[in-house]
């Protein structure tokens, strides 16, 4: 997962890990699942820098931009080190690579992006865009974006995505040559359209429950931590809510523990004006006093680390996102598939009517021609053959259509297990470094407080 | 028995102050004394240790701080082992028709000779503790009289008979007997006496022998105004002055502490269930994560404890010392009346012969009176600064200890954690 500031060695049983060997680990797990392309080459969002230019308004704006390095692997285990390759992007076109993504492989659960704003944020300070550590966390998110393209057994292959990582130049233009857009459009349409399928798959609708419960529960951590506001009961209201202001008048989780560190660093200098009237008692609470304003600072180091653990969280939040997006996506597929297979049935029903003389179903038609005569021979004639044309291409869409469910359905479930599979293990990586950082805080907490006793008992 | 004639004490009246030898006041000296003088056969349970710099035992933290609180070790600096014990538990609510309050148990354990029996249990309320305070500060007008718990509490706001409230209110109740009881002077007095022994008080009788003229000091209200004040006595009031403030902005602090405490702890109980709840839908997941909620909840639990104990134990003390200086700055204006009073008289005969100046001796009494106060107020300022000392020694040491306990706690929870956490990696990884 991302790297953290912190050089802690934290101890899981037997196992001494530092972040960065955490981070190694889960790198060298994306290599070992085999992907050609990350064995091939190492990829790296390096640098973030601020641009100024013009915009498509010809305005004046300030953005900032994300250096991508990749380096063949070879090369980085000969010793030699040669200068990777690099290319700048900024967040837009990352936005458009995932788009293009989305539509061209609706099966795949799509790695999500870092969040576009700053939302859910735990720290006072990382609130703005411009920020440097908000910043900082997004060059982080958008290297583990990479990492997890490159590391899937589908996405990895796709050329646009390749060429995002080499072709500085251009890239833009190809992408929109694939003609993805058009379907981006229709696509969106459908999914927003309210409809429903006649046989659901058991199967996808619980997974697109368990989207939703993912989703709710981890907006409700989050928010518990960052806003602290009503709870969330349903998933369209956290989505909803993620959506607002992360500033609520409710005081956060964080911000209290900022707070019991930050008074306790009040006793540093009340304790050394104190000391100042005494005689014995002098030394003994100026220095706890120092210990005090110890503790008190040790409180940023614990609230970025919670910080990274948010982060962590956050990505399987939108993750919940794309699982749901697939869900529907088959929704969709399986609706067409029994639209044009009604729809045969209707032109078949058609022209058994046409063809028996009986009018079995109510039909305007039917109404009609009861009311203003039967029709004739010919035009009967007529109808009945653009029927059967009708119905041959009614058969061959529902075909098509069957078809496309299945290969669907195939596939979607085999990324589905996949994704399932990763969750589970980075989920339970993320509390294993939950569960370490509270660890060492405690221990240092343990630490401070002992410096600061010895000095009250030397008083 | 005459009022508080004490077996080694300097109120002698006669001598001026320099020739009198305070006991009280050889501070230092006295410190470096064996420790093993000071383990009187009734405090046994446990190794004490002296204000001289010998650390108290903290390896298990809680028994031994909360031991000290009941045994109150104080420097007896005479010489003389304890031959007093008294201490303050068991309370008791009494419902009467006109009223509810509040009776505690007060034992004594003596082998003084000023007591009938060797052992007295008796019951005393709040009020009684009040008029024994009142007599000893009307009887030993120039002595510092440890303080009183509040006496008045807001109804509706406190519970007067809730749990800890009783208990904050008898661990001050405790303290104060206790400081009393070691005091050289005030541990003789006769009202003390009563307040242990009798069967009944009977507060509106009062004891005969009260205020002999060599004893007590008749508290003159202002008339007087004061040329000089000694410089240590000057130094006195500006300590008391700094160290209130500095008392002041501690309780302050502390008070904002356990606020942000509360409300975290607030926090954390809506954020652990979440953790709950996620698990109910998960299948791997589901240990881990309820897992993750069992440690919140502990952590939770260990906070509020925190939070009890600084607000029951920590707090109160605190106040006990602003009040504590109160009524030793009123000893403080009181003396300064005393010398006020003499200094006036003094110059009304030095310069003034008529009938109307104030009779020699009636000036010699007067200067007896300042010496003598000088002298109580010195020695009991100093034995103050010693408790003092060993107060908020043991204070802030219970303060750093809490806030061990609960880090201990809460790393131990999540340490439990961890192999809970990585269990089924290892077996999965063996499958593999």
Redesign the interface.
């Known amino acids: 997962m991302a790297d953290s500031g912190s050089e802690d060695i934290a101890v899981?049983?037997n196992t001494d890990l530092t972040p960065s060997e955490s981070e190694n680990n889960l790198k060298n797990t994306m290599v070992e699942k085999g992907t050609s392309l990350l064995k091939r080459m190492e990829i790296s969002v390096a640098e973030a820098e601020k641009r100024t230019g013009k915009n498509a308004v010809n305005m004046q704006e300030t953005y900032t931009v994300y250096l991508i390095e990749t380096r063949p692997v070879d090369a980085a285990s000969e010793g030699t080190n040669p200068v990777p390759d690099s290319l700048w992007r900024r967040y837009s076109e990352f936005e458009l690579l995932r788009n293009y993504l989305l539509v061209t492989y609706p099966f795949v659960v799509v790695p999500p992006l870092p969040e576009k704003r700053a939302e859910f944020v735990w720290h006072k300070l990382s609130a703005d865009n411009m920020d440097p550590d908000f910043v900082e966390r997004r060059r982080v998110g958008l290297e583990n974006f990479l990492l997890r393209v490159a590391s899937h057994p589908v996405l990895s292959s796709d050329k646009i995505f390749y060429s995002f990582l080499t072709e500085e130049n251009g890239w833009k233009e190809t992408v929109f040559e694939t003609g993805f857009q058009a379907k981006a459009d229709s696509r969106l349409k459908a999914l927003n359209a309210t409809f429903r399928v006649k046989n659901p798959d058991k199967r996808f609708a619980e997974m697109k429950h368990?989207g939703d419960?993912?989703q709710s529960?981890?907006s409700?951590?989050l928010r518990?931590?960052a806003v602290?506001e009503n709870k969330v009961s349903t998933a369209e209201n956290a989505a909803q809510s993620i959506r607002k202001s992360p500033f609520s008048p409710t005081?956060?989780?964080a911000d209290?523990?900022y707070?019991?560190y930050k008074?306790?660093g009040?006793?540093g200098r009340?304790f050394s004006?104190?000391s100042a009237?005494e005689k014995?008692?002098g030394d003994?609470l100026q220095s706890?006093g120092h210990h005090m304003d110890a503790y008190a600072a040790s409180v940023d180091d614990i609230l970025e680390e919670e910080e990274h653990y948010a982060d962590q969280l956050k990505e399987y939040l939108f993750y919940a996102d794309a699982l749901r997006a697939v869900c529907r996506k088959h929704e969709l597929t399986q609706y067409e598939l029994e639209m044009a297979a009604q729809d045969l049935t209707s032109k078949k029903q058609q022209r058994e009517e046409l063809a028996t003389g009986t009018v079995r179903t109510f039909s305007l038609k039917g109404m009609t021609s009861k009311l203003f005569g039967q029709e004739t021979p010919e035009q009967r004639e007529a109808k009945l053959k653009m029927l059967e044309t009708q119905i041959e291409e009614g058969e061959e869409l529902v075909k098509e259509r069957n078809e496309e469910c299945d290969e669907f359905v195939k596939s979607a479930w085999v990324d589905i297990e996949r994704f399932k599979e990763q969750k589970?293990h980075d989920?339970?990586e993320a509390?294993?470094s939950?569960?370490?950082m509270?660890?060492s805080m405690?221990?240092k907490?343990?630490q401070v407080?002992?410096n600061?006793?010895e000095c009250?008992?030397?008083? | 028995m005459s009022a508080g004639t004490p077996r080694s004490l300097a109120s002698s009246g006669q001598k001026s102050i320099q020739d009198i030898c305070h006991p009280l006041s050889a501070e230092e000296s006295a410190l470096s004394r064996s420790p093993d003088v000071l383990n009187p056969s009734g405090a046994g349970e446990k190794d004490l240790s002296l204000p001289n710099?010998t650390?108290?035992d903290?390896s298990s933290p809680a028994s031994s701080s909360s031991l000290l609180n009941r045994l109150q070790l104080d420097d007896d600096l005479d010489g003389e082992t304890r031959d007093l014990f008294v201490t303050v538990d068991d309370p008791k609510k009494h419902v009467s028709t006109m009223e509810t309050y509040i009776t505690y148990r007060v034992c004594t354990k003596t082998t003084r000779t000023e007591f009938d029996l060797p052992e007295y249990s008796v019951r005393r309320r709040y009020q009684d503790f009040d008029w024994l305070r009142n007599k000893l500060e009307e009887s030993q007008p120039t002595h510092l009289i440890p303080p009183l718990p509040e006496k008045f509490v807001m109804k509706g706001v406190v519970d007067r008979f809730s749990e800890e409230f009783v208990e904050t209110r008898r661990k001050a109740l405790d303290k104060f007997l206790k400081r009393v009881a070691d005091h050289p002077v005030l541990s003789f007095n006769e009202h003390f006496n009563a307040f242990l022994s009798a069967k009944d008080l009977n507060k509106r009788q009062g004891l005969a022998l009260l205020t002999k003229m060599g004893e007590s000091v008749k508290y003159v209200t202002g008339g007087y105004k004061l040329r000089g004040r000694p410089i240590e006595f000057a130094a006195m009031g500006d300590?008391l002055d700094?160290?209130t403030q500095?008392l002041g902005?501690?309780d302050r602090?502390a008070q904002?502490?356990i606020k942000?405490?509360s409300?975290?702890l607030m926090?954390?109980r809506?954020?652990g269930p979440?953790?709950s709840?996620?698990s109910s839908?998960e299948e791997?997941?589901h240990d881990?994560?309820e897992g993750?909620a069992g440690?919140v909840s502990n952590c939770s639990s260990a906070l509020d404890e925190l939070t009890e104990d600084m607000s029951e134990d920590f707090l109160p003390v605190l106040r006990e010392y602003v009040l504590y200086i109160e009524s030793m700055k009123n000893v403080l204006k009181k003396r300064d009346q005393v010398q006020a009073e003499y200094e006036t008289k003094l110059e009304a005969v030095v310069f003034r012969e008529d009938k109307k100046t104030p009779v020699p001796t009636d000036v010699e009494k007067c200067q007896d009176r300042v010496e003598c106060f000088n002298a109580d107020l010195k020695a009991d300022w100093d034995r103050w600064q010693n408790n003092k000392?060993q107060d908020?020694?043991q204070l802030?040491?219970g303060m750093?200890?809490k806030?061990?306990q609960?880090?201990?706690k809460?790393?131990a929870a999540?340490?439990s954690?961890?192999?809970l956490?990585?269990d089924?990696?290892e077996a999965r990884g063996e499958t593999n």
Not at chain 1, 456 to 459: N, P, Q, T
Request: contains cysteine.
């Open positions: 899981i049983g368990y419960e993912l529960v981890i409700q951590l518990v931590r602290g005081k956060r989780a209290r523990l707070g019991v008074v306790h009040n006793y009340v004006e104190w009237i014995e008692m003994g706890a589970d989920l339970r509390l294993i939950y569960a370490i509270q660890i405690c221990k907490g343990i407080w002992n600061a006793k009250f008992s030397k008083m | 710099g650390p108290v903290t300590y700094v160290f500095k902005t501690i602090i904002r502490i942000e405490q409300e975290f926090e954390l809506e954020y979440v953790y709840s996620w839908f791997e997941l881990p994560l993750v440690c000392r908020f020694r802030l040491t750093a200890d806030n061990i609960y880090y201990e809460c790393l999540w340490e954690l961890i192999p956490l990585q089924k990696q």
